[in-house]
């Protein structure tokens, strides 16, 4: 039972264009939500978060934007440049016990065209 | 600050065998994570440990399991591999506060390949 999902497995953009990645969570304990970015060869890179007492946080051409009442969040990136191809992960984190664990979506592959 | 680093970065081994993988957190991280990565699966969460503990724990079998030492450090080991188990490790890392909210450092990950 997938309790975050990211249902596009891939997503081609033009440059200078919007990237706007989806992802849905079933769970309603989560109360953190992650991007992570990763590039072939290596391990996933932090990108923006949000907590759930937000709907939007902003970081440079990074924006993530949070439904609570859908479960959905969205990442979007403005504008797109080539070197944002690479695969986004979203995550979410919940408390499990009395620690935290970050359940992962399984990723859209981003592929930014010049 | 180095970041998380991971040893060995290539594997291979074939079923039967059993493999040890290594983390090296960022220094004065005192949490770290595993996870597997296999294609169209995502991260799936192994294990965490804190302070020379197992804090928490995903759903895999026994075969799985891991330690941290003292300095924080930790292990990954898998016995009687199967050729299911040939993924990416990732080993993650976080100050480890508790029940805490912390973002999560990656390593670079180990690539196991079972023959």
């Known amino acids: 039972d997938q309790q975050v999902k990211q249902n596009s497995p891939s997503l081609s953009v033009q440059e200078g264009r919007i990237s706007i990645l989806n992802c849905d969570y079933t769970?309603?304990?989560?109360?953190?939500f992650l991007w992570y970015k990763k590039y072939p060869a290596e391990g996933p890179t932090f990108l923006i978060s949000?907590?759930?007492?937000?709907d939007k946080n902003e970081d440079g051409r990074f924006t993530v934007f949070l439904n609570k009442s859908a479960k959905h969040l969205s990442l979007h990136i403005v504008p797109s440049q080539p070197g944002d191809s690479a695969v986004y992960f979203c995550?979410?984190?919940?408390?499990?016990?009395?620690?935290?664990?970050?359940?992962f979506g399984s990723g859209t592959q981003l592929t930014v065209l010049p | 600050k180095a970041g998380v680093t991971q040893t060995p970065r290539y594997l291979i081994k074939t079923r039967g065998q059993q493999v040890t993988l290594s983390c090296s957190p960022i220094?004065?991280?005192?949490?770290v994570s595993w996870y597997q990565q296999t294609p169209g699966q995502g991260l799936q969460f192994l294990f965490e440990?804190?302070?020379?503990?197992?804090?928490n724990k995903g759903n895999f079998p026994g075969r799985f399991s891991g330690r941290q030492f003292s300095n924080s450090r930790s292990e990954m080991n898998v016995s009687t591999l199967e050729l299911g188990d040939s993924a990416l490790y990732l080993c993650?890392?976080?100050?480890?506060?508790?029940?805490?909210?912390?973002?999560?450092?990656f390593g670079p990950g180990t690539r196991l390949l079972v023959l």
């Open positions: 949000i907590s759930s007492i937000k």
């Open positions: 440990y804190f302070s020379e503990t197992q804090r």
């Open positions: 769970n309603s304990m989560f109360d953190y």
């Open positions: 993650a890392s976080s100050p480890g506060g508790l029940a805490g909210v912390e973002t999560q450092y």
């Open positions: 995550a979410a984190s919940g408390l499990s016990g009395s620690a935290r664990q970050l359940t």
């Open positions: 220094s004065g991280h005192r949490s």
